[in-house]
């Protein structure tokens, strides 16, 4: 249909009307440049961001939840910020489970070659108690209904798990040449365009659960047979041994059998030896141990105290926990280092904020965003305790959503945890109205390469548990650099790769985010509450009883899952 005339001039006048009305809130939304030229000055000629770095990972070590290495980090990071004049620092406990460490893990092939092999045990899994030496067969467990036909075959056996088909294939061919990558300027444009979500978006959620359930009962299995150690593949090449758990923390859980990541060259090779009827012989000597006198984990929590608005809350937050290859640098001391250097700079600056300034270092991200969850369900809103007998998914929301009182005092919460690379803007998880306000706070931070401000969702870490209760809860949009790459749960996560400049870029840019937020006359504006989706539909009887609908309803799901 061709507009008439006046609807035209209508539509350009409302179109000027929207722009100015942007600049009005850009305008209006009040930035302090003299006080963001002091948070410059100090963030860049006296940064204390790569000190707190290097004690949190050189000197600590990785900090896998449970260990005595996180206690010690949350001992540490709660000391350091009362000495920098915090206040109110402390730690929070909540439930989690058994901790684990391990102190070493030899793995050499005795036959048909002597060689060392590179690999690192999976967290969770027993160590050895001494050097044992076992055989190696190829094992594929895709299902429960895989069980039968290695019943009776396993005991003393090394098993070598073959790919269940997740989609994890064989690494590509090693390459020396992997250079950092930084986020273009068309890499920034596109991601300021909106994706509407997808409706098949949860679906990952009853894939996990079913992935959680079929690892304890390989667990189970595998006891019960006797098994001496399992093998699995890095998902990375070039040596890089990628790692996580492979048992459970849960207390009643069974403790899984060794369980070893190799190297992808390494794995591969004990495959063709395999596969040319070759018999492979391993020996194996890990020392770990389970640490279960305690099930608590801590989250560091500490305080800049407000003026008039001191009821009200700003937070930063970041996960202090890292899986134990590396020394946890990038994953995620980076983003704890920077939020503890943010809130540092604001007390060396003698700011004196209107609203409280918080900053949470959280436990037991890895595992599910374990910490964040557990403060928000103390202090903001909370959802129904599984039914008895039932495991936990981290992931599962359960209904209703009992929302707290203070819930209504927090204004914001800040996030950073995708590696050492420098901010370049934030994401506003589709609040559209924190847009213009966030584009005014990057303004001074242009000759920084922070800029962009889109309406995109991103998820995978702690801002997620605020936005999961309606709470403004952002995460930063980082250069990537190669932490997907190499350094992302792997053994090349260590203070080596960590680039220094972007982490004082960040630590500044966090400051001034913190100052602004704690400043302005409103608190931030909030999305919409969660809504509880509608339950499906009830099916049919008579359709149900139908041999042919039964036959494409199941091929539809089948098709689902596969997808």
Same mark, same amino acid.
């Given at each position: ?47 204390? @961001? ?46 989690? %489970?058994? %901790? ?81 990558? =930084? ?59 990628? @790692? ?90 980076? %983003? ?82 995708? %590696? ?35 309406? =995109? ?36 996560? @260590?203070? /080596? ?62 098709? /689902?899952?596969?997808?």
């Amino acid at each position: 249909m061709t507009a008439r005339p006046f609807q035209v001039l209508a539509a350009g006048a409302l179109t000027l009307a929207l722009v100015a009305g942007a600049g009005v809130l850009r305008a209006d939304e009040a930035v302090d440049w003299t006080m963001i030229g002091k948070i410059r000055d100090e963030g860049f000629h006296r940064s204390q @961001v790569m000190k707190t770095l290097a004690h949190l990972t050189d000197t600590i070590g990785p900090r896998l939840t449970g260990s005595p290495q996180m206690k010690q980090a949350n001992d540490w990071t709660r000391q350091q910020l009362e000495e920098w004049g915090l206040k109110n620092a402390h730690l929070e406990s909540f439930d989690f %489970g058994r %901790g684990w460490s391990f102190t070493r893990a030899s793995v050499q092939m005795i036959a048909p070659h002597e060689v060392p092999l590179l690999a690192l045990p999976e967290a969770w899994t027993q160590g050895t108690e001494g050097p044992v030496r076992g055989e190696v067969i190829k094992v594929k467990i895709g299902s429960k209904d895989d069980f039968e036909q290695y019943r009776g075959k396993l005991e003393g056996k090394i098993l070598l798990l073959e790919d269940p088909g997740d989609g994890h294939g064989p690494p590509g061919r090693p390459s020396p040449d992997d250079p950092t990558r =930084r986020l273009t300027a068309q890499d920034l444009e596109e991601m300021g365009s909106f994706e509407i979500p997808s409706e098949r978006a949860g679906e990952w959620r009853k894939r996990y659960q079913k992935r959680r359930e079929l690892r304890k009962a390989i667990a189970e299995f595998l006891i019960e047979e006797k098994a001496l150690a399992t093998l699995s593949k890095s998902s990375r090449d070039n040596g890089i041994v990628r @790692v996580a758990a492979g048992g459970s923390r849960e207390v009643d859980d069974p403790k899984a059998i060794t369980g070893l990541m190799l190297s992808a060259e390494h794995f591969q090779r004990i495959e063709r030896f395999l596969d040319d009827d070759q018999k492979v012989e391993l020996e194996i000597d890990v020392a770990a141990r389970f640490h279960e006198d305690s099930t608590e984990a801590y989250n560091t929590v500490a305080e800049i105290p407000g003026g008039d608005l001191k009821d009200q809350v700003v937070m930063c937050g970041a996960h202090l926990d890292s899986w134990h290859a590396g020394t946890g640098a990038t994953d995620n001391g980076a %983003g704890s280092a920077v939020m503890m250097e943010a809130v540092r700079i604001l007390k060396a600056l003698g700011v004196k904020p209107r609203r409280t300034i918080r900053i949470g270092l959280w436990a037991g991200e890895e595992q599910g965003l374990l910490g964040s969850r557990a403060y928000v369900k103390e202090h903001f809103a909370s959802r129904p305790e599984p039914p008895e007998g039932e495991d936990a998914n981290p992931f599962e929301e359960r209904w209703p959503l009992t929302v707290k009182p203070e819930h209504a005092k927090l204004s914001v919460y800040f996030n950073l945890d995708n %590696g050492s690379g420098k901010v370049r803007g934030v994401y506003a998880q589709e609040n559209s109205g924190v847009v213009p306000i966030f584009r005014a706070w990057l303004e001074p931070f242009a000759d920084l390469g922070a800029d962009t401000v889109t309406q =995109r969702n991103t998820g995978g870490t702690d801002h997620q548990a605020f936005d999961a209760v309606g709470l403004p809860g952002f995460q930063m949009i980082q250069d990537p650099l190669d932490y997907f790459s190499k350094t992302h749960h792997t053994n090349l996560d @260590v203070l /080596d790769l960590v680039e220094a400049d972007d982490l004082k870029q960040a630590s500044v840019i966090l400051a001034s985010f913190l100052y602004d937020a704690a400043m302005r006359d409103q608190m931030m504006p909030r999305k919409p509450l969660p809504q509880e989706p509608p339950k499906p539909k009830q099916a049919d009887p008579k359709k149900t009883a139908d041999p042919e609908a039964a036959n494409q309803d199941g091929g539809a799901d089948h098709g /689902d899952a596969h997808h």
